[in-house]
T-cell receptor
């Protein structure tokens, strides 16, 4: 295992539902990421948190709301999603550039989201 | 805009053969490159990385080659095994950013035939 866990692994929700995805890392990293992975598309970076502060928000619709209460946990709150939001949502973590010579990202297994 | 791209979306090889997966990048400021492997039902996993001050790095059965002149990156897998079947992504980074922001390529699906 990579040291990054995600729950739930699968989620089916209606367009009017509110749900949250959870990510937890046990690697002592200080940066965490949310990615969207759709079929036949590159990984799309959604949000980056560095030392619990959001440093990147790549024009993501407001129906996705991230939360980083501490350096080990990351949430993605979902509300009024659209069917085109169905995808694999991946969480990752890494050291910050100044903490380590290498800051490769460690990914969780993802949450497979289906919006009906 | 800047992008990282792979030359072939799919690659099929015979078990025991060597595999070569290619990637082109366009951001000349990128100084750190990573190859990831993603198996079915799992997130991407780190395989090997290389800094821009190197042109070759070897791991266990894998070698990454970097050609900065033509902005090309390749992953070579020796004696390919069925367990190597997966999607392979290259990622480029500018490592002086506070948090590692990777730009990922499209991915190459490697299929190993027994």
């Amino acid at each position: 295992e990579t040291g990054v866990t995600q729950t739930p692994r699968h989620l089916v929700m209606g367009m009017t539902n509110k749900k949250s995805l959870k990510c937890e890392q046990h690697l002592g990293h200080n940066a965490m990421y949310w990615y969207k992975q759709s079929a036949k598309k590159p990984l799309e970076l959604m949000f980056v948190y560095s030392l619990e502060e959001r440093v990147e928000n790549n024009s993501v619709p407001s129906r996705f709301s991230p939360e980083c209460p501490n350096s080990s946990h990351l949430f993605l709150h979902l509300h009024t999603l659209q069917p085109e939001d169905s995808a694999l949502y991946l969480c990752a973590s890494s050291h910050l550039a100044g903490q380590s010579s290498y800051n490769e990202q460690f990914f969780g297994p993802g949450t497979r989201l289906t919006v009906l | 805009g800047e992008s990282v791209g792979l030359h072939l979306p799919t690659l099929s090889v015979q078990e025991g053969d060597n595999s070569i997966i290619n990637c082109a990048y366009s951001n000349s400021a990128s100084d750190y490159f990573i190859w990831y492997k993603q198996e079915s039902g799992k997130g991407p996993q780190f395989i090997i990385d290389i800094r821009s001050n190197m042109d070759k790095r070897q791991g266990q059965r894998v070698t990454v080659l970097l050609n900065k002149t033509v902005k090309h990156l390749s992953l070579q897998i020796a004696a390919t095994q069925p367990g190597d079947s997966a999607v392979y992504f290259c990622a480029e980074n500018i490592n002086n950013t506070n948090a590692g922001k990777s730009t990922f390529g499209d991915g190459t699906t490697l299929t190993v035939k027994p």
